[in-house]
């Protein structure tokens, strides 16, 4: 496969993707959908940005919950002098304000020694249940239903097999010494990860009235929604700084953090790791070595709404793609990592996509990014639309966090 890309930043832009005589064209993220072109910041915040919200849910990841919610924290577990007394650790159960509605489970680590104004934070789902990050017996084991892969986990219950067999994942420790906050939650306590069922919260959140699968709320959506809530917590909290609010991703969750920045202007800077196919891969694309629209809605129905199915073999009738939920987080800066051999998350469509998405930070007289050609292994492009790749396969890993702290350093503190 090659890229062929045309490119005039601040103006129009168009990339095709070339592969056994496919070829595709992209939306034009200056461009309505009526054909009228987008000149202003003012005209993309009033026009072009709710007309992409509009489509993003209509056409793939289903309806964004419009129930009220009114979140309360209640400190289940605290321990003030975690890690030889650097950091201040909670686990908090957080309600909705729904009716029998049941409630997500944050772990909350806040340095002890902070700025003045509150401490930068990296709020995020985890894959493993909180007790997997931590060597503490007093956080709670998860009571709901788990991937059969994930660590100490029987018969799709979690074990105290699982407990702290996952700290390289969310390295709570390595993150505080850097000066920052953390906040994550199991991605179950909002939408199960299987075919099955969409539950917990979705009885509860997801509008009835959405009967069908064409555009109901769906799994990534409702994780970006609970990501919203865990937010709504957080910015209350006396020891965060609210105005320096980061989410934070992997694979599927990745998806979910690139999605929950583009819906919420109050997280200042995103961070989606091989995100891929979804997320911060082209739906447009013909790289055999990268994960399609087709495989991902056939393997993961329950991540994307049954419209988005219907572009399965019509890429080049949807009216969306990446980069418009990219440039939708504009002029926020936005980190995309990637590693060397996961082909599958289409690492050079998400530098494509990169690009496209830079005319919209050139129109809010942001730099965006001045590579046209992706940064070399283990070069950090610390530009508001930063990319970095390293050695490696699909995981979450400290390098990973290291490069995040870099990113987060320039553009969050």
Not at 176 to 198: F, M, P, Q
Not at 320 to 341: F, G, S, W
Request: proline share 6%.
């Amino acid at each position: 496969m090659r890229y062929i890309s045309i490119l005039s930043f601040g103006m129009f832009a168009m990339s095709a993707a070339v592969a056994d005589d496919k070829s595709f064209t992209f939306p034009d993220p200056l461009t309505m959908r009526d054909g009228t072109k987008i000149t202003t910041k003012d005209e993309w915040t009033t026009k072009r940005k709710p007309e992409l919200r509009e489509l993003f849910q209509a056409h793939m990841y289903g309806r964004y919950p419009t129930v009220t919610t009114t979140v309360t924290g209640k400190t289940l577990y605290e321990d003030k002098a975690a890690f030889g007394g650097l950091a201040t650790v909670q686990e908090v159960e957080l309600s909705l304000g729904l009716k029998n509605c049941p409630p997500i489970y944050l772990l909350i680590a806040v340095p002890n020694k902070r700025p003045a104004d509150g401490s930068p934070i990296f709020v995020g789902l985890n894959f493993d249940g909180n007790h997997a990050h931590l060597d503490d017996k007093q956080i709670r084991l998860p009571t709901g239903w788990m991937l059969a892969s994930r660590k100490g986990v029987k018969d799709n219950r979690t074990t105290e097999e699982g407990r702290g067999s996952c700290k390289t994942l969310w390295p709570i420790e390595q993150i505080i010494k850097s000066g920052y906050s953390v906040c994550t939650c199991y991605y179950g306590d909002i939408s199960e990860d299987r075919k099955e069922t969409n539950g917990p919260l979705a009885p509860f959140v997801v509008d009835p009235i959405l009967k069908d699968d064409a555009e109901r709320t769906e799994s990534i959506m409702l994780w970006a929604w609970g990501i919203h809530r865990m937010v709504d917590y957080v910015e209350t909290m006396p020891t965060i700084n609210k105005n320096r609010i980061a989410t934070i991703g992997h694979s599927r969750l990745g998806k979910t953090a690139l999605l929950a920045g583009a819906f919420d202007d109050r997280i200042a800077a995103v961070f989606p790791n091989q995100a891929g196919c979804g997320g911060t891969g082209p739906s447009r694309h013909a790289d055999l070595k990268a994960e399609s629209v087709k495989r991902i809605n056939t393997a993961f129905p329950h991540w994307f709404s049954g419209t988005f199915k219907t572009y399965n073999d019509a890429l080049n009738k949807l009216p969306i793609d990446q980069h418009l939920l990219l440039a939708m987080c504009v002029p926020r800066p936005v980190l995309y990592t990637n590693a060397e051999e996961d082909k599958w998350a289409n690492p050079n469509g998400q530098f494509e996509m990169m690009l496209l998405a830079n005319p919209v930070y050139e129109l809010f007289g942001s730099k965006g990014t001045n590579s046209t050609t992706r940064p070399k292994l283990k070069e950090l492009n610390k530009e508001q639309l930063g990319y970095w790749m390293r050695p490696g396969q699909h995981e979450l890993n400290p390098d990973d966090w290291a490069t995040f702290i870099t990113f987060a350093d320039r553009w969050m503190k």
